[in-house]
């Protein structure tokens, strides 16, 4: 049985919203379960802290429907800064008012003003229109008194959310004496605010759920933006977990090996037993996955009238929402397609899709572990995929459905026809998606976690 070491654990999430954020918020909290039941928190899992400024009500309705899913393992395990920022007299708690240095807001700036339950003022973010790197800025936070008037600053986001975590930890190491503590961090913009933490008995571990590089997506291709300035604090963090060898390999011979790099998959437990080709229905493919340009759900579109001429009764139901919904449903239509391809919304329930469909479609054009396809193959629903970064390649290589060219409409119209026309391909891959559930075992994956943990509170602090 897997056993972590004796420490204090968070996890860090932006936001989590439920319905919202996919695949990645169902990562985080699955990781989340699973270290709960290798017995960290005495069998309650890990911190989750958050630091999206919704109102506290918004908040205990996201707790409480991840509750009511099974998703974590108690609604006080999930925490939000701007739920604490306040004080219950008004005004900001004791740790921001402590953090606030003498100041005031900059004139020159519109400001967000978040208040308590009551209407009274807490914090006033800056709003830094049309800069993508608005959150590392510096620009004064006003922190507000018990009287509603600005008591101070904290010189920008990064300020106010360090004063935020210190002040978690230090309430943790009250309670239970100087213990090292843990920091999983899932977000690139946490990251980069949180990689100047000089506490000496903090670790922090920082996990990659999505893709570094710009079109093509090719090892050489250019960085995306957003994550040239994260390479050059990526060596201070203690360690990186990447979902796949493909990208860390990537990562490793562009950037150089600091020493931290490590592949971490999500876990996926797998299916008690696999579903029998009977008792799905002949012919139904499904997508589940957000309705935005990067997944190119319109390329599957098209490609099913080619799919009708040879199996007249596929159909391909569309599970998730997102921008592109009213565009694809017009493509639908144009592509005279409705009575075969429909858009059936967010689903509560993809285990029954899965166990239902006789493939699992994906057209991304690029994907960080892809989870859909882990999801569909330990279920056995043979997966169509393009041949993209990262991770469908990890993920087929030893079969269990079919990789097509990126891009490549009829080709991917014909491996679908290949996939749910042919009943003895369909089983053999089926068979094979299965078998491949055991690279993504929970166990597995718990106990590399664990000692990747391990193997960073021997060693010095990176910030040191």
Request: proline content about 7%; aromatic content about 6%.
């Amino acid at each position: 049985m897997t056993t972590f070491p004796d420490a204090e654990y968070l996890i860090l999430s932006s936001r989590l919203i439920p319905d919202h954020d996919g695949g990645y918020a169902m990562a985080i909290l699955s990781r989340a379960r699973q270290m709960a039941a290798a017995g960290v928190g005495g069998g309650r899992g890990p911190l989750i802290l958050t630091f999206d400024p919704g109102t506290p009500a918004d908040h205990a309705r996201h707790r409480r429907a991840f509750d009511e899913r099974d998703l974590i393992t108690g609604t006080d395990r999930m925490r939000n800064l701007f739920d604490e920022a306040s004080a219950r007299s008004g005004g900001a708690a004791g740790w921001l008012l402590e953090a606030a240095e003498p100041g005031d807001p900059d004139p020159a700036l519109e400001y967000r003003r978040i208040a308590d339950a009551e209407g009274r003022p807490v914090v006033g973010l800056p709003v830094i229109h049309g800069d993508p790197d608005w959150h590392i800025t510096t620009a004064p936070v006003a922190v507000y008194g018990h009287d509603g008037h600005v008591a101070g600053v904290v010189a920008g986001f990064g300020a106010l959310y360090r004063a935020w975590l210190a002040a978690v930890v230090a309430g943790l190491r009250a309670d239970d004496g100087d213990k090292p503590v843990v920091v999983i961090c899932e977000s690139r913009q946490l990251g980069e605010l949180i990689a100047g933490w000089g506490d000496p008995g903090v670790r922090l571990i920082h996990s990659i759920h999505t893709i570094h590089l710009e079109p093509p997506h090719t090892p050489d291709a250019p960085l995306n933006p957003l994550w040239t300035r994260w390479f050059t604090l990526a060596e201070r963090f203690d360690a990186v977990l990447w979902l796949s060898e493909a990208q860390r390999s990537d990562v490793i011979e562009r950037f150089g090996d600091e020493g931290v790099h490590l592949v971490i998959p999500a876990g996926v437990p797998a299916a008690s037993t696999v579903v029998p080709g009977a008792d799905r229905v002949p012919g139904r493919v499904v997508m589940l996955n957000r309705l935005a340009p990067g997944k190119r759900v319109d390329h599957a579109i098209r490609a099913f009238r080619a799919v009708l001429a040879a199996v007249p009764h596929a159909t391909l139901d569309i599970y998730g929402g997102g921008a592109e919904r009213d565009a694809l449903q017009r493509l639908i239509e144009d592509e005279g397609l409705t009575a075969h391809v429909v858009l059936r919304g967010i689903t509560g329930e993809p285990v029954r899709v899965l166990d239902a469909a006789s493939a699992f479609l994906t057209t991304s054009a690029f994907e960080g572990q892809a989870l859909a396809i882990v999801e569909a193959m330990v279920r056995g629903t043979p997966v169509i995929a393009y041949d993209v970064p990262y991770g469908p390649r990890d993920h087929l290589a030893n079969g269990g459905g079919v990789l097509v060219p990126n891009g490549d409409e009829a080709a991917l119209a014909a491996a679908i026809v290949r996939v749910i026309a042919d009943p003895e391909e369909h089983a053999r891959l089926s068979r094979e998606a299965a078998q491949m559930a055991r690279r993504v075992d929970p166990d597995r994956v718990t106990e590399a976690l664990a000692q990747a943990v391990e193997d960073v509170l021997a060693a010095p602090s990176r910030r040191a």
